[in-house]
């Protein structure tokens, strides 16, 4: 209480979890040990941008060339904006990817009803999807890649955030 009252009467930003006050703080106290991050269900990056946030603000200044952000996304639409939300950012590296239990392919579906006029996905929609989902009427879907996660990066990652659509 003590917090959001400190907040509000000094004007600062008003915390939406308790990942918002402890992700600075680990990325501080753990410096080095603390450089990757994997945003698995990336959609458009929001998070992502969050998390590198988090690692400019509160990393040693010699430390963030060797930070990462993975943003994993296997919707379309999806990568189209985090490929021109990120390409200029080299903290940022977009994987056009699944991840699940299994690398190979799977089967990515979503509703019709997040469909956009042009028949494709709309942008930011797959947190509706399922992933490897049986074929519905009320679907469409695209095959897409899968890996696993413990197999893209061989140090392992410092911090995991899981929107999978059923992959987990």
Known sequence: ????????????R??????????????AALQED??????????VGDVAAQYAEYLRSSLNHELLPRARVYCYEPLPENLAVLRRRFSAHG?????????????GRARFSVP???????????????FDG???????????SIEVETVRLQDELAS?????????QGGE
Request: hydrophobic share 45%; net charge negative.
């Open 156 to 164: 392992g990652f410092d911090f995991v955030k899981m929107d999978l």
């Open 1 to 12: 209480m003590y917090l959001l009252l400190h907040q509000l009467l000094s004007n600062q």
């Open 34 to 43: 603390f450089l990757s991050f994997a945003d698995c269900g990336a959609g």
């Open 130 to 140: 399922y992933l490897d989902a049986a074929e519905t009427p009320n679907h469409e």
């Open 91 to 103: 903290l940022y590296k977009v994987r056009p990817v699944a991840v699940a239990d299994s690398a």
């Open 112 to 126: 019709h009803r997040m469909t956009g006029d042009s028949g494709a996905w709309a942008v930011g929609t797959s």
């Open 14 to 27: 008003i915390y939406s979890s308790p990942l918002d006050i402890m992700l600075p703080r680990l990325v």
